[in-house]
C-alpha cells in the first residue's frame, strides 16, 4: 500500500480539507475522475473550490482504507449515473419517446429526445442522455437481455 503525499480529512462543515506535504492547506476540496467509465479506479483529481488540481490520486486501490472510503463516498455524492439493467418499454420509435427501464438504482423513466443523445462508449457500451440531462450508462449491451436490446436496436 502506497502512503499519499497528502492528508485529507471533514472539517466541522462536512468538507473535504487537504494538507500538501509541504504543509499547505486547501479547504473544499472534491475529487473527480479522469475516466470514469473505462478506468473508474485510476486517476483521480482533487480539485480545490478554484478548479485548480490540488492533489493527485493514481490508483483508488492502493490508498489506506479510511482514506478510499472518504474519496469513494465524496465521489458517490457527486457522482449520478444510473446503469441500465433492462428497458421494460419504450413509448414510440419515433423521438422523443418515454422508456420505463430497470436501473441498478431501481425504476425510472427518461425521455430521449433524440437519436444524438445516444453515444456509443467503445465497442459495446452506451452513454444515454435523457432530456432532463441525466446520463445513464449500459456498460455492455450484450448483457442486456434480448427484449431490451430488440429495443435499444431500433434507436441506434
Known amino acids: 500500500m502506497q502512503a499519499p503525499d497528502f492528508q485529507l480529512k471533514r472539517n466541522n462543515f462536512g468538507r473535504l480539507v487537504l494538507t500538501a506535504a509541504?504543509?499547505?492547506?486547501?479547504?473544499?476540496?472534491?475529487?473527480?475522475?479522469?475516466?470514469?467509465?473505462?478506468?473508474?479506479?485510476?486517476?483521480?483529481?482533487?480539485?480545490?473550490?478554484?478548479?485548480?488540481?490540488?492533489?493527485?490520486?493514481?490508483?483508488?486501490?492502493?490508498?489506506?482504507?479510511a482514506l478510499r472510503q472518504l474519496v469513494e463516498d465524496e465521489l458517490a455524492q457527486r457522482e449520478f449515473m444510473p446503469e441500465i439493467l433492462r428497458i421494460r418499454e419504450v413509448s414510440s420509435f419515433a423521438t422523443p419517446s418515454t422508456w420505463k427501464?430497470?436501473?441498478?438504482?431501481?425504476?425510472?423513466?427518461?425521455?430521449?429526445?433524440?437519436?444524438?443523445?445516444?453515444?456509443?462508449l467503445g465497442k459495446s457500451g452506451l452513454l444515454i442522455e435523457d432530456s432532463h440531462g441525466i446520463h445513464f450508462l449500459v456498460r455492455d449491451i450484450n448483457r442486456l437481455d434480448r427484449a431490451s436490446r430488440r429495443l435499444l436496436d431500433r434507436f441506434l
Open 101 to 120: 427501464i430497470d436501473t441498478d438504482r431501481g425504476e425510472a423513466a427518461l425521455l430521449l429526445g433524440g437519436e444524438e443523445d445516444i453515444r456509443r
Open 22 to 65: 509541504d504543509g499547505t492547506i486547501c479547504e473544499g476540496i472534491y475529487p473527480v475522475r479522469a475516466f470514469p467509465i473505462a478506468a473508474p479506479g485510476e486517476g483521480i483529481a482533487l480539485l480545490g473550490p478554484d478548479g485548480h488540481e490540488a492533489g493527485w490520486i493514481e490508483r483508488l486501490e492502493l490508498l489506506p482504507a
